[in-house]
């Protein structure tokens, strides 16, 4: 079966510290990968997406980028965070036309 | 880009009644999926129900339902015999069937089941 880690759980880094949050989905080939922020009690918001080892495509402009090393690991990351990058980051995949499957979430406190 | 709008921040219902949430999206395109998903407390996404767009009969898992209007581009969600556990955010979501790479997410229902 499949299966998504997301890791750390929870993390706390200083302004303009580096970030970097890892994604790894097992039991799938070639899944679409997907980085969502969620400010508190607000709605989903699309950071970056990937349709394969490479390829990622940017929606939200701003100091995140992200990466595809390796077909099943997907990698967000800063090198300088702001206090606007705290939030709740959430890792979801999927294959053909359905469902995401989401990670448990990272939750960043930027300080 | 498609557009996802839910106007109830919050609802509140008694345990063992009905609850219907509301869900609106725009979109140009014929073909696409629909989706309900529940965020409790632990913030874990969960897929409630899913809905294929050139399917005219409502999806149903157990208590819950959706009724699914495609010239209205509406898409709500009943829950049935509402339980505590039923308490969450959630969120309804698109897909496009054909550049279907993007989810597009509303910005969520806070769901209280009142004792």
């Known amino acids: 079966s499949q299966t998504i880690h997301q890791w750390p759980a929870t993390l706390v880094q200083p302004v303009g510290s580096p970030l970097s949050l890892e994604c790894t989905v097992e039991?799938?080939?070639?899944?679409?990968l997907y980085w969502y922020r969620q400010a508190a009690g607000r709605g989903l918001q699309l950071l970056f997406y990937?349709?394969?080892?490479?390829?990622i495509s940017s929606e939200v402009p701003q100091n995140l980028s992200a990466s595809r090393p390796q077909d099943r690991q997907f990698i967000l990351s800063s090198k300088k965070l702001l206090l606007s990058d705290s939030g709740f980051y959430l890792c979801?995949?999927?294959?053909?036309?359905?469902?995401?499957?989401f990670g448990q979430g990272t939750r960043l406190t930027v300080v | 880009a498609q557009t996802v709008t839910q106007s109830q921040p919050e609802m509140s219902v008694q345990e063992a009644e009905t609850v219907t949430l509301s869900c609106t999206y725009d979109?140009?395109?014929?073909?696409?999926?629909l989706f309900w998903y529940k965020q409790p407390p632990s913030r874990q996404m969960i897929l409630v129900i899913r809905q294929e767009a050139y399917k005219q009969q409502n999806a149903t898992e157990n208590r819950f339902s959706v009724n699914f209007q495609k010239a209205a581009k509406s898409f709500s969600l009943k829950i049935s015999d509402s339980q505590l556990g039923d308490a969450a955010m959630y969120f309804c979501?698109?897909?496009?069937?054909?550049?279907?790479?993007?989810?597009?997410f509303g910005t969520g229902t806070s769901l209280t089941v009142i004792p």
């Open positions: 979801a995949w999927s294959v053909s036309a359905v469902e995401a499957f």
């Open positions: 979501a698109y897909r496009s069937l054909f550049t279907g790479n993007q989810f597009y």
């Open positions: 979109t140009s395109e014929s073909d696409y999926y």
């Open positions: 990937s349709v394969g080892i490479g390829q």
């Open positions: 039991g799938t080939s070639n899944p679409n």
